[in-house]
């Protein structure tokens, strides 16, 4: 499923809110460690420079490079690399810091997603049964910077407990929190996905499926804003000739097929950039955004021959036919003049017998030559 912007931003808000977490992280453990544990403070630089890293993976956010999965891959290595370095100078057995991984993986599944989350799991699994299998070889000392209350290097018996039930914790807790956020996820998305249906349906006239009178009448009020700003604008106003015959001799039921087949006549006749909509009862209007007189004719009169085609399928001696009416927005028009002249011009397209176009003419420079 492909991200929208909005996810997209979303994202990113909460790399910078998490990647905040990490400063904080850092700039406590930089002030508090050599406190609480005064043989620490030998390391404090090496807090300095994981604090600085975290500071220009925030930096680097900010100005709009998240970098992917490859930066937050990047940045929980060095949590893990950093957070094993203090498990392992304070007792990697003993040391209740061994909560901080479970909060740097789940921290990284809810911001980036379960596969980084559960790579990083893995990783600091791996890390920490190898700082336990140095220390129990005596490779490097165990909890040197620990109090002396802490104890010694454990028995080997403890030590493989320690890591087993750290290492079997640490993925399933990854990978129970990984599938439960995907599964959120992916609700809220196919939530979000309805809202936008629902949204859609709102706009839409429920027989013809072409839009609705409120939505052509907002979509007309931001055509008319960019007329102010030069652009041209045509309104057609449809008017069906000899429908309430239908309705009268065959029911309304044929009324409904005709009304369909003439919206769909009316979609598959316009451009991507027109705007077709039931107006009410048997009057559709067509809004033309950017478009010049003598294109506005054209799709005009494209309108007229599709409404008479469709009419002559249903009764090819007296067919449903079009009165169209077509006008030119001028920069001081509003909405509903607009709607009024082009509904004038369809009623003299009527009087004159129907089945044609009756324009008005160019409004002004907007409708000057393209």
């Given at each position: 499923m492909s991200e929208g912007p909005s996810s997209a931003r979303e994202r990113d808000r909460m790399q910078l809110v998490a990647g905040w977490s990490r400063v904080a992280l850092g700039l406590a453990v930089l002030v508090l460690?050599?406190?609480?544990?005064p043989r620490f403070a030998a390391h404090?630089?090496?807090?300095?420079?994981?604090?600085?890293?975290?500071?220009?993976?925030?930096?680097?956010?900010?100005?709009?490079?998240?970098?992917?999965?490859l930066r937050s891959y990047l940045g929980g290595v060095l949590d893990v690399a950093a957070i094993t370095f203090l498990v392992h100078r304070l007792g990697s057995v003993s040391t209740m810091l061994l909560s901080i991984y479970f909060f740097v993986v789940i921290v990284n599944i809810l911001v980036v997603g379960r596969k980084v989350g559960v790579g990083l799991a893995v990783l600091a699994a791996l890390a920490y049964g190898g700082t336990v299998l140095a220390e129990l070889l005596e490779l490097v000392p165990y909890g040197a910077?620990?109090?002396?209350?802490?104890?010694?290097?454990?028995?080997?018996?403890d030590a493989l407990v320690s890591v087993t039930l750290f290492s079997i914790l640490l993925v399933a807790s990854a990978l129970i929190v990984g599938v439960l956020v995907t599964r959120t996820r992916r609700r809220e998305e196919e939530l979000r996905a309805l809202n936008r249906k629902l949204e859609e349906l709102s706009l839409?006239?429920?027989?013809?499926q072409l839009y609705n009178r409120r939505h052509l009448m907002a979509r007309l009020e931001e055509e008319l804003a960019r007329v102010r700003r030069g652009s041209p604008l045509a309104v057609l106003m449809v008017d069906?000739?000899?429908?309430?015959?239908?309705?009268?001799?065959?029911?309304h039921h044929r009324g409904d097929e005709v009304l369909t087949a003439i919206a769909?006549?009316?979609?598959?006749?316009?451009?991507?950039?027109?705007?077709p909509g039931r107006y009410g009862g048997d009057e559709f209007v067509i809004l033309l955004p950017d478009t010049r007189a003598e294109e506005a004719r054209r799709v005009a009169e494209r309108v007229v021959a599709a409404v008479r085609a469709v009419g002559e399928r249903y009764d090819e001696a007296l067919p449903v036919t079009a009165s169209v009416g077509l006008s030119f927005a001028r920069e001081d028009d509003l909405a509903r003049p607009l709607i009024q002249r082009a509904d004038a011009l369809a009623y003299r397209a009527k009087e004159a017998g129907g089945d044609r176009l009756v324009g008005e003419p160019p409004a002004g420079p907007v409708d000057g030559p393209a």
């Open positions: 460690m050599p406190i609480a544990y404090r630089w090496l807090l300095a420079l994981y604090l600085g890293a975290a500071l220009v993976g925030q930096l680097m956010i900010w100005r709009g490079w998240t970098g992917g999965q910077d620990a109090p002396a209350w802490s104890g010694g290097t454990p028995p080997l018996i839409r006239d429920p027989l013809t069906l000739d000899r429908f309430k015959r239908v309705n009268d001799q065959h029911g769909e006549a009316l979609g598959g006749h316009t451009r991507e950039v027109d705007v």
